[in-house]
Protein backbone atom coordinates (compact mmCIF):
# COMPACT_ATOMS: atom_id res chain seq x y z
CA UNK A 1 0.00 0.00 0.00
CA UNK A 2 1.00 3.36 -1.06
CA UNK A 3 3.24 5.16 1.84
CA UNK A 4 3.47 1.80 4.29
CA UNK A 5 6.17 -0.87 3.53
CA UNK A 6 6.92 -3.47 5.33
CA UNK A 7 10.34 -5.99 5.13
CA UNK A 8 10.99 -8.56 4.84
CA UNK A 9 8.25 -9.63 2.85
CA UNK A 10 9.36 -13.34 3.53
CA UNK A 11 11.34 -14.70 6.15
CA UNK A 12 12.39 -18.61 7.02
CA UNK A 13 14.11 -18.73 10.46
CA UNK A 14 14.66 -21.21 12.89
CA UNK A 15 12.98 -22.23 16.22
CA UNK A 16 15.21 -20.27 19.23
CA UNK A 17 16.71 -17.15 16.88
CA UNK A 18 15.60 -13.71 17.38
CA UNK A 19 13.85 -12.01 13.78
CA UNK A 20 13.08 -8.39 13.26
CA UNK A 21 10.30 -7.05 11.14
CA UNK A 22 10.32 -3.94 10.32
CA UNK A 23 7.12 -1.49 9.22
CA UNK A 24 8.20 1.96 7.17
CA UNK A 25 5.59 4.88 7.05
CA UNK A 26 5.65 7.86 4.92
CA UNK A 27 2.43 9.33 6.50
CA UNK A 28 3.38 11.11 9.45
CA UNK A 29 1.28 8.91 11.34
CA UNK A 30 1.01 8.96 14.45
CA UNK A 31 -0.71 5.77 15.09
CA UNK A 32 0.85 2.21 14.45
CA UNK A 33 -0.11 -1.25 14.94
CA UNK A 34 1.36 -4.65 14.46
CA UNK A 35 -1.40 -7.28 14.08
CA UNK A 36 -0.64 -10.94 13.15
CA UNK A 37 -3.16 -13.31 10.89
CA UNK A 38 -4.05 -16.71 11.39
CA UNK A 39 -6.44 -18.93 9.78
CA UNK A 40 -9.36 -18.80 12.16
CA UNK A 41 -8.60 -15.96 13.82
CA UNK A 42 -8.48 -13.21 11.96
CA UNK A 43 -6.35 -10.72 12.68
CA UNK A 44 -5.23 -9.70 16.03
CA UNK A 45 -3.75 -7.12 17.86
CA UNK A 46 0.35 -7.86 18.90
CA UNK A 47 1.51 -4.68 19.83
CA UNK A 48 0.68 -0.53 18.70
CA UNK A 49 2.56 2.54 19.43
CA UNK A 50 0.93 5.96 19.63
CA UNK A 51 4.03 7.71 19.19
CA UNK A 52 7.61 7.88 19.56
CA UNK A 53 8.65 5.48 22.00
CA UNK A 54 5.10 5.11 23.46
CA UNK A 55 3.96 1.94 22.58
CA UNK A 56 1.42 -0.67 24.37
CA UNK A 57 0.39 -4.10 23.86
CA UNK A 58 -2.60 -5.99 22.40
CA UNK A 59 -4.03 -9.37 22.63
CA UNK A 60 -1.17 -11.31 21.56
CA UNK A 61 2.13 -9.68 23.09
CA UNK A 62 3.41 -12.79 24.98
CA UNK A 63 6.85 -13.52 22.92
CA UNK A 64 7.11 -9.99 21.36
CA UNK A 65 8.44 -6.75 21.85
CA UNK A 66 8.36 -3.71 19.64
CA UNK A 67 10.50 -0.27 19.51
CA UNK A 68 9.72 3.11 17.69
CA UNK A 69 12.24 5.39 17.98
CA UNK A 70 11.33 7.45 15.11
CA UNK A 71 7.88 8.60 14.01
CA UNK A 72 8.27 6.96 10.72
CA UNK A 73 9.96 3.40 11.87
CA UNK A 74 7.67 0.90 13.98
CA UNK A 75 9.95 -2.31 14.55
CA UNK A 76 8.50 -6.00 15.80
CA UNK A 77 11.12 -8.36 17.47
CA UNK A 78 11.05 -12.07 18.23
CA UNK A 79 12.90 -12.69 21.06
CA UNK A 80 12.86 -15.89 20.25
CA UNK A 81 10.93 -17.47 17.58
CA UNK A 82 8.97 -20.20 17.98
CA UNK A 83 7.10 -22.31 15.47
CA UNK A 84 3.47 -20.86 17.11
CA UNK A 85 4.93 -17.92 15.90
CA UNK A 86 4.35 -18.86 12.22
CA UNK A 87 2.41 -16.62 10.87
CA UNK A 88 1.52 -13.65 8.26
CA UNK A 89 2.31 -9.88 10.07
CA UNK A 90 0.60 -6.80 9.00
CA UNK A 91 1.49 -3.04 10.32
CA UNK A 92 -0.79 -0.67 9.81
CA UNK A 93 -1.46 2.92 10.44
CA UNK A 94 -3.79 5.43 11.18
CA UNK A 95 -3.93 9.01 11.94
CA UNK A 96 -6.06 9.38 14.32
CA UNK A 97 -6.38 6.96 17.49
CA UNK A 98 -9.94 6.91 17.35
CA UNK A 99 -13.20 6.60 15.49
CA UNK A 100 -13.90 6.59 11.42
CA UNK A 101 -10.27 7.07 10.26
CA UNK A 102 -9.87 3.60 8.92
CA UNK A 103 -6.35 1.56 9.06
CA UNK A 104 -4.15 1.40 6.27
CA UNK A 105 -2.34 -2.28 5.90
CA UNK A 106 0.85 -3.08 4.62
CA UNK A 107 1.38 -5.64 2.42
CA UNK A 108 2.46 -8.42 4.84
CA UNK A 109 5.80 -10.50 6.42
CA UNK A 110 5.11 -14.10 6.13
CA UNK A 111 7.15 -15.67 8.56
CA UNK A 112 7.82 -19.21 9.10
CA UNK A 113 9.70 -20.98 11.60
CA UNK A 114 11.28 -24.22 11.30
CA UNK B 1 -16.59 -4.64 24.89
CA UNK B 2 -16.77 -5.39 21.25
CA UNK B 3 -16.51 -8.28 18.96
CA UNK B 4 -17.97 -9.00 15.51
CA UNK B 5 -18.83 -12.68 14.21
CA UNK B 6 -18.58 -13.04 10.35
CA UNK B 7 -21.01 -16.40 9.58
CA UNK B 8 -19.36 -18.49 7.18
CA UNK B 9 -16.21 -18.80 6.72
CA UNK B 10 -16.81 -19.56 3.15
CA UNK B 11 -19.20 -18.46 0.45
CA UNK B 12 -19.27 -19.16 -3.45
CA UNK B 13 -21.78 -17.53 -5.61
CA UNK B 14 -22.01 -17.71 -9.28
CA UNK B 15 -20.92 -14.74 -11.46
CA UNK B 16 -23.96 -12.19 -11.71
CA UNK B 17 -25.63 -13.01 -8.47
CA UNK B 18 -26.01 -11.42 -5.53
CA UNK B 19 -23.20 -11.46 -2.76
CA UNK B 20 -24.01 -11.47 0.36
CA UNK B 21 -21.62 -11.54 3.55
CA UNK B 22 -23.20 -11.49 7.05
CA UNK B 23 -21.66 -9.88 9.96
CA UNK B 24 -23.14 -9.45 13.54
CA UNK B 25 -21.37 -7.40 16.29
CA UNK B 26 -21.70 -6.80 19.78
CA UNK B 27 -20.65 -3.90 21.57
CA UNK B 28 -21.58 -1.77 24.36
CA UNK B 29 -21.28 1.64 22.90
CA UNK B 30 -22.68 3.09 19.65
CA UNK B 31 -20.05 1.20 17.35
CA UNK B 32 -18.36 2.18 14.10
CA UNK B 33 -18.10 -0.75 11.89
CA UNK B 34 -15.81 -1.81 8.57
CA UNK B 35 -15.61 -4.05 5.85
CA UNK B 36 -12.16 -4.83 4.73
CA UNK B 37 -10.89 -6.67 1.88
CA UNK B 38 -7.78 -8.92 1.43
CA UNK B 39 -6.97 -10.07 -2.32
CA UNK B 40 -4.31 -13.05 -2.38
CA UNK B 41 -1.22 -11.84 -1.01
CA UNK B 42 -2.02 -8.41 0.07
CA UNK B 43 -2.98 -6.37 2.67
CA UNK B 44 -6.60 -5.48 3.75
CA UNK B 45 -8.22 -2.06 1.83
CA UNK B 46 -10.88 -0.50 3.28
CA UNK B 47 -14.30 -1.07 1.18
CA UNK B 48 -16.83 0.66 3.44
CA UNK B 49 -17.25 1.80 7.15
CA UNK B 50 -20.40 3.21 9.13
CA UNK B 51 -19.99 6.01 11.45
CA UNK B 52 -22.55 6.61 12.86
CA UNK B 53 -24.16 8.79 9.27
CA UNK B 54 -26.59 7.23 6.80
CA UNK B 55 -27.14 3.79 7.98
CA UNK B 56 -26.94 2.81 3.99
CA UNK B 57 -23.46 2.83 3.27
CA UNK B 58 -21.81 2.60 -0.35
CA UNK B 59 -17.91 1.44 -0.77
CA UNK B 60 -15.70 1.19 -4.27
CA UNK B 61 -16.28 -1.71 -6.56
CA UNK B 62 -19.82 -1.53 -6.17
CA UNK B 63 -20.20 -2.99 -2.56
CA UNK B 64 -22.79 -1.69 0.15
CA UNK B 65 -23.06 -2.70 3.89
CA UNK B 66 -26.36 -1.77 5.90
CA UNK B 67 -26.18 -0.70 9.81
CA UNK B 68 -29.35 -2.40 11.28
CA UNK B 69 -29.33 -1.72 15.23
CA UNK B 70 -32.28 -4.06 15.95
CA UNK B 71 -30.43 -6.69 14.49
CA UNK B 72 -26.57 -5.45 15.95
CA UNK B 73 -25.76 -6.65 11.66
CA UNK B 74 -23.66 -4.75 9.28
CA UNK B 75 -23.90 -7.50 6.29
CA UNK B 76 -21.92 -6.94 3.22
CA UNK B 77 -23.65 -6.76 -0.19
CA UNK B 78 -23.16 -6.52 -4.13
CA UNK B 79 -25.97 -7.02 -6.59
CA UNK B 80 -24.03 -9.06 -9.15
CA UNK B 81 -20.99 -10.61 -8.69
CA UNK B 82 -17.94 -10.21 -10.68
CA UNK B 83 -14.77 -12.67 -10.65
CA UNK B 84 -12.73 -9.91 -9.40
CA UNK B 85 -14.53 -10.26 -5.86
CA UNK B 86 -12.72 -13.10 -5.06
CA UNK B 87 -11.34 -12.24 -2.16
CA UNK B 88 -11.19 -12.63 1.66
CA UNK B 89 -13.49 -10.11 3.81
CA UNK B 90 -13.11 -9.07 6.87
CA UNK B 91 -15.47 -7.11 8.89
CA UNK B 92 -14.36 -5.05 11.68
CA UNK B 93 -16.18 -2.70 15.03
CA UNK B 94 -14.42 0.30 16.90
CA UNK B 95 -16.01 1.37 19.77
CA UNK B 96 -16.02 5.15 20.45
CA UNK B 97 -12.72 5.41 22.37
CA UNK B 98 -11.43 2.19 21.04
CA UNK B 99 -7.35 2.29 20.10
CA UNK B 100 -8.22 -0.35 17.97
CA UNK B 101 -10.23 -2.54 15.41
CA UNK B 102 -11.56 -6.25 16.87
CA UNK B 103 -11.76 -8.27 13.67
CA UNK B 104 -14.06 -11.20 12.48
CA UNK B 105 -12.43 -14.26 11.17
CA UNK B 106 -12.86 -13.41 7.72
CA UNK B 107 -15.19 -15.18 5.03
CA UNK B 108 -13.51 -16.26 1.56
CA UNK B 109 -15.45 -15.64 -1.11
CA UNK B 110 -15.74 -17.64 -4.33
CA UNK B 111 -17.10 -16.42 -7.48
CA UNK B 112 -17.90 -19.20 -10.11
CA UNK B 113 -17.57 -18.78 -13.93
Request: proline share 4%; hydrophobic share 30%; charged share 15%.
Amino acid sequence: DAGITQSPRHKVTETGTPVTLRCHQTENHRYMYWYRQDPGHGLRLIHYSYGVKDTDKGEVSDGYSVSRSKTEDFLLTLESATSSQTSVYFCAISEYQTVGAGYTFGSGTRLTVV
Amino acid sequence: AQSVTQLGSHVSVSEGALVLLRCNYSSSVPPYLFWYVQYPNQGLQLLLKYTSAATLVKGINGFEAEFKKSETSFHLTKPSAHMSDAAEYFCAVSGNTGNQFYFGTGTSLTVIP
